[in-house]
């Protein structure tokens, strides 16, 4: 989640004393899904230049605010309400660290911590063959006993002699 929060004073210039003098103050705030995919993010809620005639009301009221969505600002990756579940999936899959609310958590084998630093070894990846390498191991082992070979819709035999 993202929250923003700013606070506009008004003045009014007093030609008697010659100063600006404050006559209101302007709260604006607004909390975000801080969508991790590019352009997502959508509003939660916010107030756009509340108007207040006392600085310390309206400081008061920004308090609240930050109060009443402070729930959300707990956790590095608290749980997302349902309805903004596709703003952290990606081809219909929840992104790793993120959990929608009243769902079980899915858990992990190993934290993202002890990945990067580096405390554990990820298993090695068996080199598996490409579909061509597997159609000329096929073809090869054809050729070696002497079993016809299929080529196109004809099948050929081919001998092997050695010198």
Not at 25 to 53: C, F, H, L, M
Not at 118 to 135: Q, R
Request: aromatic share 10%.
């Amino acid at each position: 989640y993202k929250m923003t929060c700013s606070v506009w004073e008004d003045t009014k210039y007093d030609r008697e004393t010659k100063q600006s003098v404050p006559v209101a103050w302007y709260v604006t705030w607004d909390v975000y899904v801080n969508s991790p995919k590019e352009g997502y993010g959508e509003k939660i809620a916010g107030q756009n230049q509340k108007r207040y005639t006392d600085k310390a009301a309206a400081m008061k009221y920004l308090d609240g605010r930050k109060k009443a969505y402070s729930h959300l600002f707990t956790e590095i990756s608290p749980q997302i309400p349902k309805e903004y579940e596709h703003h952290f999936t990606v081809h219909g899959t929840l992104l790793p660290g993120y959990t929608v609310e009243g769902q079980e958590p899915v858990k992990a084998e190993h934290t993202a911590a002890e990945v990067s630093e580096g405390d554990i070894s990820l298993p090695e990846k068996a080199e598996k063959p490409s579909v061509l390498g597997k159609l000329a191991a096929a073809k090869l082992d054809a050729k070696e006993s002497g079993q016809p070979v299929r080529q196109g819709e004809k099948y050929q035999s081919e001998e092997r002699s050695s010198l």
